[in-house]
């Protein structure tokens, strides 16, 4: 496609419902990260892709959240066990070039627990 | 990565030149400087970046200190559509990612 598209555009849960967010990248993009947004705050990284490996998961706030990129394209953010805390918008962005800026974000997905 | 610094705030006339300030004091380097924009209920979307030299294109010009502790993007003809969240960010590690700030909220006002 022509940008990055993510679904669900909108998401509700009930406090302790697993939720899974999905990221399609731009076709043949090698890098890919997932930004986690509260309201009123900028994006906040929570963990990159290049190609299928996960680079880096530092930013996931707990073992609740997971992500995975099997074939190195589309990409899956999972949270379990949803809490109230968790209510943001879910961010996905790629890049075609490894390790360079210029990322292309999706409109996102956002998330409330109720 | 380093830190920036932006106002929380500016107004800016439709038609006029915005130009919005950044401070990363602490730059390195082998470090970019990078500016995002945010229209509200969208995701960032990218608008330029500069090592040292100025640089322009289609949507802003970048204009860089000569000791890379400030730069200041400019909209030159600032329309309401303009109006979001502008993120000053420099980043340069292997990985790439973007930390950002809470950024500069620009209003466009008719």
């Known amino acids: 496609g022509a940008g990055v598209s993510q679904s669900p555009r909108y998401k509700v849960a009930k406090r302790g419902q697993d939720v899974a967010l999905r990221c399609d990248p731009i076709?043949?993009?090698?890098?890919l990260f997932w930004y986690q947004q509260a309201l009123g705050q900028g994006p906040e990284f929570l963990t990159y892709?290049?190609?299928?490996?996960?680079?880096?998961k530092s930013g996931l706030p707990s073992d609740r959240f997971f992500a995975e990129r099997p074939e190195g394209s589309v990409s899956t953010l999972k949270i379990q066990r949803t809490q109230q805390e968790d209510s943001a918008v879910y961010l996905c962005?790629?890049?075609?070039?490894?390790?360079?800026?210029?990322?292309?974000f999706g409109s996102g997905t956002r998330l409330t627990v109720v | 990565d380093a830190k920036t610094t932006q106002p929380t705030s500016m107004d800016c006339a439709e038609g006029r030149a915005a130009n919005l300030p950044c401070n990363h004091s602490t730059i390195s380097g082998n470090e970019y400087v990078y500016w995002y924009r945010q229209i509200h209920s969208q995701g960032p979307q990218y608008i330029i970046h500069g090592l040292k030299n100025n640089e322009t294109n289609e949507m802003a010009s970048l204009i860089i200190t000569e000791d890379r502790k400030s730069s200041t993007l400019i909209l030159p003809h600032a329309t309401l559509r303009d109006t979001a969240v502008y993120y000053c960010?420099?980043?340069?590690?292997?990985?790439?990612?973007?930390?950002f700030g809470k950024g500069t909220k620009l209003s466009v006002k008719p």
């Open positions: 962005a790629s890049s075609l070039v490894q390790g360079a800026g210029g990322y292309t």
């Open positions: 960010i420099v980043s340069g590690g292997s990985q790439g990612n973007l930390i």
């Open positions: 892709f290049q190609n299928e490996a996960q680079l880096d």
């Open positions: 076709s043949g993009h090698v890098s």
